[in-house]
Nanobody, 124 residues
Framework: QVQLVESGGGLVQAGGSLRLSCAAS????????MGWFRQNPGKEREFVAH????????NYADSVKGRFTISRDNAKNTVYLQMYDLKPEDTALYYC?????????????????WGQGTQVTVSS
């Protein structure tokens, strides 16, 4: 079992930045890829970013490439999402999750142990 706790969300003006954190406990954190997703009410959960277990490989949604950076510190069992140049369309509840599947990194179904989410609101 893995427990994930996201933090770092908040209200920010367009063009601002935030850093989200996802602290993990339980199973061996460093053995798994990790992902960030986001979701708004009534909409599907949307892939944001993925990082491999060792941190050498990353993937991003086209909508956040060049603005967001995913990283991890396996010694601290934590994965981060640094967000720059935030836009109103980035407003969402942001979740982290553990990648257990091998059929692609952008699909929510390949992930488990979702956290409770942290709200990011970007005002125009």
């Amino acid at each position: 079992q893995v427990q994930l706790v996201e933090s770092g969300g908040g209200l920010v003006q367009a063009g601002g930045s935030l850093r989200l954190s996802c602290a993990a406990s339980g199973r061996t954190f460093s053995s798994y890829g990790m992902g960030w997703f986001r979701q708004n009410p009534g909409k599907e959960r949307e892939f944001v970013a993925h990082i491999s277990s060792g941190g050498r490989s990353t993937n991003y949604a086209d909508s956040v490439k060049g603005r967001f950076t995913i990283s991890r510190d396996n010694a601290k069992n934590t994965v981060y999402l640094q967000m720059y140049d935030l836009k109103p369309e980035d407003t969402a509840l942001y979740y982290c999750a553990v990648q257990l599947g091998i059929m692609g990194v952008t699909t929510p179904g390949q992930y488990a142990y979702w956290g409770q989410g942290t709200q990011v609101t970007v005002s125009s």
